[in-house]
């Protein structure tokens, strides 16, 4: 693959979709914002201007990427004895997977966390030797001791932020319960690293935390999934390798402007999974604030944007917010790479003010599909054995309106359909942990829209 140039980002679309017609007095106005980036450094993407956040890399220095991984190394891994022995394989495919001229290091971690390779505060960069030190150095990787994530991802910070590139990742994979700190010492390192690298995090076999392994994730912009047998780690591991080395631009923000007198509802990521972003604002100035996003490919995403409007009459129509696309720069500049407009108009059309936009009530029902799922599992692990049934009965009624087939395939392994399009449902009697923890942490996953 070419090397990344600094001096050229992907190509970023906004389009929006929504029903722009209110019934006079109407407040709530809502849009689906679809941003598609396309392109890049090596295939013809957007020149930067002076918003470039650092000064263009030579031709032949590399990729301008770093990536850390870190693997669990606490007791729990010797069991069985393959779950180390997969990780270590998992880890060396990881490590093939990287692009010439990437910086890269491996973390051990424990209940505290230890530099594996290259040592010494430092990144490698890879090559063919320096991909086969690595390979070697994995025979350090031995189980042992306790789990404090925290100190993982901290050491993981101190590493990227010693490479001048601007795409931080990690990858983190964990098989237990995050015993050797305070959920407060996971957040304060959570909060400490946020916005500062991505990171995707997996959960091997069925003894880790769903919502630890998800939080991570969501906190650090990165994906989460969980690994029922090791013996998939290798598969699973390079593929999260392959998507982090497409990305080609970090640290894009979703900037939404609102005119005096307009509030925002909420921000949300609705595709390819679902994230509020509502409480992750930053304000740019009085009337706008932005909304991080993470690192991007050739890839789209879809956000809920949801704002309330001042009452108007019969004939007047307004800007209701501006979404942009904001690449923001060291010296406090920004650089515009596109942009839509939600609006408002008021009607005395009934027809066109009561109409929902297919978009918005898709995202709406897999963001309620989401949350469901996750009541009905909890209501079922609390004995709440009627409310189980009933959320998880309206999941399988969602999952099957709006063609989510992967979620419906897993709701299964929990529950026995009798009608999908009614949402009858009886709880299995027995559902294997992989089943439940695979449900609970693909349960954000969504689908686009039917054409």
């Known amino acids: 693959m070419a090397n990344f140039s600094k001096s050229t980002v992907p190509q970023f679309s906004v389009d929006v979709y929504q029903n722009e017609y209110l019934p006079e007095g109407g407040r709530e106005v809502n849009a689906i914002v679809t941003v598609t980036s396309t392109g890049g450094g090596t295939t013809?993407?957007?020149?930067?201007?002076?918003?470039?956040?650092?000064?263009?890399?030579?031709?032949?220095?590399?990729?301008?990427?770093?990536?850390?991984?870190?693997?669990?190394?606490?007791?729990?891994?010797?069991?069985?004895?393959?779950?180390?022995?997969?990780a270590r394989d998992a880890t060396s495919a990881a490590i093939d997977t990287l692009r010439d001229g990437v910086a890269f290091a491996v973390v051990a971690g424990t209940h505290v966390a230890k530099e594996v390779y290259p040592g010494n505060g430092a990144l490698a960069v890879a090559d063919a030797a320096t991909r086969a030190e690595a390979r070697n150095a994995l025979r350090k990787l031995n189980a042992g001791g306790g789990t404090a994530i925290g100190t993982w991802l901290r050491l993981a910070d101190r590493l990227l932020s010693s490479a001048d590139v601007s795409i931080r990742h990690g990858i983190l994979l964990t098989d237990g319960r995050n015993e050797h700190e305070t959920p407060e010492d996971l957040r304060a390192s959570l909060d400490a690293c946020a916005g500062r690298f991505t990171c995707d995090a997996r959960g091997v076999g069925t003894d880790w935390v769903v919502k630890e392994v998800t939080g991570i994730a969501s906190a650090m912009l990165g994906t989460a999934d969980i690994v029922a047998d090791p013996a998939g780690l290798a598969?699973?591991?390079?593929?999260?390798?392959?998507?982090?080395?497409?990305?080609?631009?970090?640290?894009?923000?979703?900037?939404?402007?609102?005119?005096?007198?307009?509030?925002?509802?909420?921000?949300?990521?609705?595709?390819?999974?679902?994230?509020?972003?509502?409480?992750?604002?930053?304000?740019?100035n009085p009337r706008a604030g932005d909304y991080p996003t993470g690192s991007w490919g050739d890839e789209s995403r879809d956000y809920h944007v949801s704002v309330q409007v001042p009452e108007a009459g019969v004939g007047q129509e307004?800007?209701?917010?501006?979404?942009?696309?904001?690449?923001?720069?060291?010296?406090?500049?920004?650089?515009?790479?596109?942009?839509?407009?939600?609006?408002?108009?008021?009607?005395?059309?009934?027809?066109?003010?009561?109409s929902i936009n297919p978009q918005v009530a898709h995202y709406t029902g897999q963001a309620e599909l989401a949350q469901v799922i996750q009541q009905g599992l909890e209501a079922r692990k609390s004995g709440d054995f009627d409310g189980a049934t009933a959320k998880l009965g309206r999941a399988v009624q969602l999952a099957s309106d709006s063609g989510n087939a992967d979620t419906a395939k897993l709701l299964s392994k929990v529950v026995d359909v009798v009608d999908a399009a009614t949402g009858t449902v009886r709880l299995k009697a027995k559902v294997a942990d992989a089943d439940e923890m695979t449900l609970e942490t693909r349960s954000t996953k969504t689908v686009r829209v039917k054409k």
Do not use: H
Not at 44 to 70: C, K, W
Not at 242 to 249: D, H, I, L, S, T
């Open 318 to 354: 307004m800007l209701a917010a501006r979404v942009s696309l904001i690449l923001p720069a060291a010296d406090g500049t920004s650089q515009v790479l596109s942009q839509g407009l939600v609006r408002a108009v008021w009607t005395d059309d009934m027809a066109a003010s009561t």
């Open 44 to 86: 013809g993407g957007v020149p930067l201007t002076g918003a470039s956040p650092r000064p263009t890399r030579p031709p032949g220095e590399g990729p301008d990427a770093a990536v850390v991984i870190m693997v669990d190394c606490s007791g729990s891994m010797d069991y069985p004895p393959t779950k180390m022995r997969n």
């Open 235 to 284: 598969a699973d591991f390079t593929e999260m390798m392959e998507n982090a080395m497409g990305k080609e631009v970090a640290d894009v923000a979703l900037r939404l402007w609102t005119p005096v007198g307009v509030e925002i509802k909420f921000v949300k990521q609705v595709a390819p999974t679902v994230e509020e972003l509502t409480e992750r604002r930053t304000d740019a």
